[in-house]
């Protein structure tokens, strides 16, 4: 499964940015996915996650109300619509994929999944 995120840029504090994640694979409606980020000189963190039936999604309490997660399955893609952001959202942000999650499983947990994208860069300024 190759992954290739897309989106991030610079923006201002209070702005928007919407990451997109394409998946390669044709079993993409089957993948659990999810959204990472790594700041400078901290460990990689968990953003959100969404099951692979679309029915349940997770995020952390930091972008709660902020970051919304979606996948389109025609397109095998999923986003991650990011609003009033803010300096500390500045990051890498990693989309990933589980393979054989149960259909409403959303999981913050990063062992959990099994291929990354590359990374895309975001940059708030304040």
């Known amino acids: 499964v190759q992954l290739q995120a897309s989106g991030g840029g610079l923006v201002q504090a209070g702005g928007s940015l919407d990451l997109s994640c394409a998946a390669s694979?044709?079993?993409?409606?089957?993948?659990?996915m999810g959204w990472f980020r790594q700041a400078p000189g901290k460990e990689r963190e968990f953003v959100a996650a969404?099951?692979?039936?679309?029915?349940?999604?997770y995020y952390a309490d930091s972008v709660k109300g902020r970051f919304t997660i979606s996948r389109v399955y025609n397109k095998n893609t999923m986003h991650l619509q990011m609003n009033t952001l803010k300096p500390e959202d500045t990051a890498v942000y990693y989309c990933?994929?589980?393979?054989?999650?149960?259909?409403?499983?959303?999981?913050?947990?990063?062992?959990?999944?099994?291929?990354w994208g590359q990374g895309t860069q975001v940059t708030v300024s304040s």
């Open positions: 990933a994929v589980r393979v054989g999650a149960q259909a409403d499983s959303a999981s913050s947990l990063e062992y959990e999944y099994d291929y």
């Open positions: 694979s044709r079993t993409f409606n089957s993948f659990a």
């Open positions: 969404i099951s692979w039936s679309g029915g349940n999604t």
